[in-house]
């Protein structure tokens, strides 16, 4: 009997594209039934590196040329073919458990072309199905990862709902458990109520370990002969109870000596990875990236270890790209640990990696790449391994929650709690090192710094913390703790951690944090710090390319320039020269200009003698921003350019209210353009009155109006305008904080102020006091409006028309009231100076709120600069300053400035080497001073 030419033609393509998949190192297995079934083959799907990946793929095989024989042309070249078959086929093939792929056979070129038969990829031609073959999709190497990809994609998962009581480390595969207790403990560790009659398994002591249960693991060692105590070696040899040891060691004492032994002595591959993956994370911790780095490619290019294995691995390598700055290979790593994850369904430890291969994709895109693959990452982080991991923290959360909320109770009561708030935090740090989870590590770390800065006892727990949230990069946190400590203490720590927020710690992670540190807190920083930074920042700041860079993880030349302005302060004389020649080399664009100035009036009053007029008018000519122009032919005419002045007052006559402002301030405003300003003032004014009678608040000026107009008024009295000053004043639709700074000079100088100007500031009064301040939130429209009534009392204490019992009745009762009201209260009395209130002044200056202190301080300064000198200021002196912040000291030696005492420059003298570089140099300049 002889063979039909299809049969024997379809034999050979089945035998051949058998061998293409062979060639690409999978193991196809013939269907014997093919011809009823409609499957060819059955092809075991492995991996680039030859691990068998566990899942199967179903082939069917078209060979021979009238296959290929309804062709798709574009532009006259083939892209593929058209198969057709009948609906059953097709269905056959959708619905199958199996992924199935059709495959065109070219027997004459021996080449073999698939497409993966789905739905979407069917169309209907009435009377069956066509699918299109792609020219492209080809059985070779290059294809593996695509046909990898569909292989995996149906695979289930297990589900793992209640294994929290029944956690075990024998419910994983023994070459996971490592993995599975330092990734996701809580599938390994056993629970509280299990018995402990049941012998420990190492990784059971491991997870527990992860999970800083530190006081079940001991109850469950007590009675344990392989590791009886925690501080010293097990007594068993296994390896597994010596990685243990070395993991409480990294854990307890950040000791990774014993993390390089168990490394060293690691003789299975499971073992070796999980060993590398925690010394390489030690190593990161402790602040040598470098050396993780050299471990983990070292065992990446050993490519021993499984796929799950091997993709932890390459997380590992990606963070520490990220970490140094190398964002192609880090998107390198973490794309290859996805392809690696991909469709292992039946291990959380996989799905969790995946997600953090994701996010760290993220994390590396530039922002329109991280728009498009956001939804992606929220679905491979939506897994059980991150579900797991939210419940610990927030167990842990309600823990600190609940301790914060017992102390405001003031419970003294006894409990017992397993562990400590702080301590039940540090799981969540500990999993995201591990896994390589740099987004996770740097909230983690964030959580413990906010807490730990809040829960502070001593300089040493604050600076513990406060490294926390250097490390993190969250740099709201970080300025909102360093806020709190140069206002209550202890800014000295924040000077010694200056020296940690240098270049070479500037990662990609943390560069805006210690940007933001250096903004905020640079007078604190130490000098060789300080003059590091703001080269490193200038540098940068005045490179072309790096100020032009897209929206990526690049510093903006913004967050460079506020750094260099914020530490110039604390620099040595040689960087304030070399920032004062190099400045105008900042590429002027409108968004930079702003911070230029900024600098330039920083260097204007640390050392003008640095500043070249002529480069500041170069600026200006170079700008076209209405603002900012004014701000720089200030500074040229201020250091003596003739040009710049002439410029600058004729932008003044043409209504340049901010040149005017800068103009008049450094006495080079002409009575005429005096004049034309004021009555711009008055307009404005009105124009203010109305917006505020609608609800409506000014936001952004460069010029305060209604000061501008007191200031012409008091300086030229033949241009004043009083009338309309205190009209404004009297405005209550006009919020408070419009008429603050107003109200403070008119007080200052009310000896100055025409009689008639008096009478209608009286008049004036209830409207005064009856403004509102802005509240804290402006957007939060339910928050506190602060009372004005402080400064309608200035106003009235300062005419005389208080008695002293009113005098006295208001101070009492701002004091005893809110913060505001107590700050108001110190106002009043260092404005009038009475002789009664020394004894409280000292008693405030130990008041927790720093606010009242620094206004005390200030009362105190104000008091001794006019003379005053009994035994108790002189106390209230040296409280002040021994005070750990930089608020009340600068408070005292600011008032300090005109005058100060021979006695009290004795008792100030030690502030000279206060932390701050602006308290040092008040107080140099106050105690240096020749008589």
């Not at 392809?339 to 292992?344: C, D, P, V």
């Not at 005419?637 to 209210?657: D, I």
């Not at 400035?897 to 100030?908: D, Q, S």
Request: a negative charge; proline letters at 4%.
């Amino acid at each position: 009997m002889r063979a039909s030419k299809e049969s024997s033609t379809g034999g050979v393509g089945v035998t051949e594209v058998a061998g293409l998949f062979e060639r690409i190192r999978w193991a196809p297995l013939e269907n014997r039934d093919r011809h009823d079934l409609g499957t060819d083959l059955l092809v075991a799907a492995r991996d680039p590196r030859r691990f068998d990946r566990g899942a199967l793929i179903g082939v069917q095989v078209k060979g021979g040329p009238h296959w290929f024989s309804e062709p798709v042309l574009v532009n006259d070249e083939i892209t593929g073919w058209w198969h057709r078959n009948d609906n059953e086929h097709f269905d056959y093939w959708i619905k199958h458990q199996l992924p199935h792929l059709l495959v065109l056979y070219d027997i004459d070129a021996r080449t073999g072309y698939w497409v993966h038969v789905t739905s979407d990829r069917c169309e209907s031609t009435g009377k069956g199905c066509k699918v299109f073959v792609p020219k492209t999709n080809t059985i070779s190497e290059v294809d593996v990862p695509r046909l990898l990809e569909i292989a995996l994609a149906q695979r289930g998962s297990i589900s793992l709902e209640g294994t929290n009581f029944d956690a075990a480390s024998t419910q994983v595969p023994p070459s996971d458990r490592l993995r599975y207790a330092l990734l996701i403990p809580r599938l390994v560790a056993p629970h509280a109520n299990r018995s402990a009659s049941s012998a420990l398994e190492p990784e059971e002591a491991i997870a527990l370990l992860v999970l800083l249960h530190v006081s079940r693991l001991k109850q469950r060692l007590e009675t344990n002969r392989d590791w009886p105590e925690l501080d010293k070696k097990p007594l068993n040899s296994d390896w597994r109870w010596q990685f243990a040891f070395a993991l409480w060691r990294f854990i307890a004492y950040d000791d990774k000596s014993s993390l390089k032994d168990v490394q060293a002595t690691a003789v299975r591959e499971d073992w070796r990875t999980a060993s590398t993956v925690l010394l390489a994370g030690a190593e990161l911790s402790i602040g040598v990236p470098r050396e993780g780095a050299y471990l983990v490619a070292e065992e990446l290019a050993r490519d021993k270890a499984a796929p799950v294995d091997h993709a932890w691995l390459h997380l590992h390598a990606s963070r520490f790209a990220d970490e140094a700055g190398l964002r192609d290979e880090a998107k390198s790593h973490a794309s290859q640990a996805i392809t690696l994850l991909t469709g292992i369904g039946d291990d959380p430890t996989a799905s969790l990696l995946s997600g953090v291969g994701y996010r760290a994709l993220l994390n590396l895109a530039s922002w329109r790449e991280s728009a498009e693959s956001i939804s992606g990452t929220l679905r491979a982080g939506d897994n059980a391994g991150s579900w797991w991991r939210d419940q610990q923290l927030r167990w842990a959360l309600d823990a600190a929650a609940m301790s914060q909320f017992r102390e405001w109770a003031h419970d003294t009561s006894s409990r017992w709690d397993a562990e400590p708030p702080a301590q039940q935090l540090l799981p969540s740090r500990f999993m995201a090192l591990f896994s390589a989870d740099r987004a996770g590590l740097a909230a983690a770390e964030a959580r413990l710094g906010r807490f730990g800065s809040q829960c502070a006892k001593t300089d040493d727990e604050f600076r513990s913390a406060y490294s926390r949230l250097l490390s993190s990069g969250d740099k709201a946190s970080v300025v909102l703790a360093g806020r709190r400590a140069w206002r209550c203490g202890p800014a000295q720590v924040l000077a010694e951690l200056s020296t940690d927020c240098v270049p070479e710690r500037f990662s990609p992670g943390r560069v805006d944090a210690l940007l933001e540190f250096w903004g905020a807190f640079g007078d604190l920083g130490m000098p060789t710090a300080a003059d590091d930074v703001v080269l490193w920042c200038l540098n940068r700041a005045v490179n072309e390319e790096a100020a032009n860079e897209p929206h990526d993880k690049a510093p903006r030349v913004a967050s460079l320039l506020g750094a260099i302005k914020g530490a110039l302060g604390a620099c040595s004389a040689s960087v304030l020269e070399r920032v004062a020649a190099e400045l105008h080399s900042v590429p002027v664009h409108w968004t930079h200009l702003k911070d230029i100035c900024s600098v330039a009036e920083e260097l204007e009053r640390l050392a003008p003698t640095a500043l070249d007029a002529e480069l500041f008018l170069d600026l200006a000519s170079r700008s076209a921003e209405h603002s900012e122009l004014a701000r720089l032919l200030g500074l040229s005419a201020k250091l003596g350019s003739e040009v710049a002045r002439v410029r600058l007052l004729q932008a003044a006559k043409e209504g340049n209210l901010l040149a005017a402002a800068i103009g008049f301030e450094d006495g080079f405003l002409t009575e005429g353009i005096a004049e034309q300003s004021a009555q711009t003032l008055v307009q404005l004014l009105e124009k203010e009155r109305h917006q505020a009678a609608r609800g409506s608040f000014g936001f952004g000026r460069s010029v305060d109006t209604c000061l501008f107009l007191v200031n012409l008024s008091f300086s030229l009295p033949r241009i004043a305008r009083w009338t309309e000053v205190m009209s404004y004043l009297g405005d209550n639709a006009v919020i408070a904080d419009h008429k603050e700074s107003s109200i403070y000079r008119i007080v200052r100088d009310l000896v100055l102020l025409p009689e008639e100007a008096v009478d209608l500031l009286l008049h004036q009064i209830t409207g005064l006091r009856t403004s509102r301040f802005l509240p804290t939130n402006f957007f939060d429209m339910k928050g506190k409006w602060r009372s004005a009534a402080g400064l309608a009392a200035l106003v009235q204490f300062g005419v005389g028309g208080q008695s002293d019992l009113e005098v006295e009745t208001f101070v009492a009762g701002a004091l005893a009231g809110e913060g505001d009201g107590r700050q108001m209260a110190w106002w009043v009395l260092r404005e009038f100076r009475p002789a009664g209130y020394d004894v409280l002044a000292l008693q405030s200056l130990g008041d927790s709120d720093p606010s009242i202190r620094g206004a005390a301080a200030r009362f105190v300064g104000r008091r001794v600069e006019g003379g005053a000198d009994t035994p108790t200021l002189r106390r209230a002196v040296e409280r002040i300053c021994v005070d750990g912040s930089v608020l009340v000291p600068l408070a005292l030696v600011t008032e300090l400035t005109n005058h100060c005492p021979e006695w009290a420059k004795g008792l100030i003298h030690p502030v000279r080497d206060h932390p701050s570089a602006k308290v040092r140099a008040a107080t140099r300049g106050i105690v240096d001073a020749t008589p």
